[in-house]
Structure formats: C-alpha cells, structure tokens
C-alpha cells in the first residue's frame, strides 16, 4: 500500500476499525465549506456505491477509505481518493499539514 500512496498527495495509511485504510483532512474557511465538501464526497460515495467514513468540523474535512469486504485498501480505495482530491480542490480546499 505504501507504492500505492505515494502517488496520492498527502493520504496517509491507517485503520478503519481493524481494517488498513487511507485518510486525509481538509482546511475550509467555515463549516459550511467543510460541509459542502463531505456532501460532494457522499455524492461520489454513491455513484460509486462504496462509503466512507466522512468527519467534519468548523472549518475541517477528514475521509476515511477502506474496502471491509476486502478487510483493506483497494483499487477502489485509491481511485475514490483520487476523486475526492479533486473535489476537494474545485472546492479550495487546503490539505491539512501533519506535524
């Protein structure tokens, strides 16, 4: 999976329950951008009909891929991220920076 990230800007491994996943966060100005932003995730989720795991705050934006049928990450996995990173930039979404 490693490979895989890093062709995916900023997308880190972790877990979803017990399951390998791949995660990112978004900077927005407010929660009604954070908000539109997991809309337009949940909208790709169904056309897709593969769900993830979408966190919000004020001003924040965090998803969660993984496949718990496949018990991780799939090509699936690695195109939604790919989607989703490019809602997130016609929204103006910043990626959040890890210390």
Known sequence: ??????????WRA??????????????LPGLR???????????LAESLNHHPDLFVGHGRCRVRWTTHDAG??????LDAARQT???????GAAPETTA
């Not at 991780?72 to 996995?77: I, K, N, P, R, S």
């Not at 990173?85 to 929204?91: C, E, K, N, Q, S």
């Open 1 to 10: 999976m490693e490979a895989s990230l890093r062709n995916l800007s900023g």
């Open 14 to 27: 972790t877990t979803a329950d017990t399951a390998p996943a791949i995660e990112k966060g978004w900077r």
């Open 33 to 43: 951008q954070a908000m539109a932003l997991a809309q337009a995730v949940a909208a």
């Open 72 to 77: 991780g990450v799939t090509a699936l996995d």
């Open 85 to 91: 990173d490019a809602l997130a930039a016609r929204l």
